[in-house]
């Protein structure tokens, strides 16, 4: 009987630590908040968390009282050797994925420590010259943004306004 019972603990120990392991794997479909809404706290907050840079994310307050609705994003220590590169990559980058997804959304300001950035929708489609709403895969939007992120020369002038 005690051999059947450590052999049932044993297994059990096994199938925990292998779900345990799997959990981990599973990528969360950061569509999944598409056509949520500026004043959906939990949306926001799970969207922000599911791009670059959400280890450094430091809260966020929400702009619902009047129109245009916006977010400010606070961030904290990205320690980059860049910072300027890395703060404009973060700002585009994770501007463009809540534009698309947040339906109401029409600004963002992101508060880095030692910088500010505040995105319109309106300035960041114009730059695009898509509209962001349109698209309906993380890939497609990555691969729109990351073409755009390359060329640096492209990135200072979309933030000389």
């Not at 997804?101 to 300035?123: C, G, H, P, R, S």
């Not at 309906?136 to 691969?143: I, W």
């Amino acid at each position: 009987m005690k051999r059947i019972t450590e052999f049932f603990l044993f297994s059990l120990l096994i199938l925990l630590f292998l779900n345990g392991c799997n959990s981990r794997e599973v990528n969360e479909d950061i569509f999944q908040y598409k056509d949520s809404y500026v004043g959906d706290n939990s949306a926001v907050g799970n969207i922000v968390k599911l791009l670059p840079n959400s280890e450094y994310f430091n809260g966020f307050e929400l702009k619902t009282k009047e129109e245009p609705y916006g977010i400010l994003l606070n961030y904290k220590g990205i320690g980059a050797e860049e910072i300027e590169k890395n703060y404009k990559e973060t700002a585009i980058y994770n501007a463009t994925f809540i534009f698309s997804l947040v339906k109401n959304a029409k600004w963002i300001t992101f508060n880095f420590e030692d910088q500010q950035y505040k995105i319109t929708k309106q300035e960041l489609e114009s730059w695009y010259g898509k509209e962001l709403s349109e698209y309906m895969s993380e890939e497609d939007l990555t691969k729109l943004t990351q073409k755009y992120l390359e060329d640096e020369n492209k990135v200072n002038q979309f933030f000389e306004k």
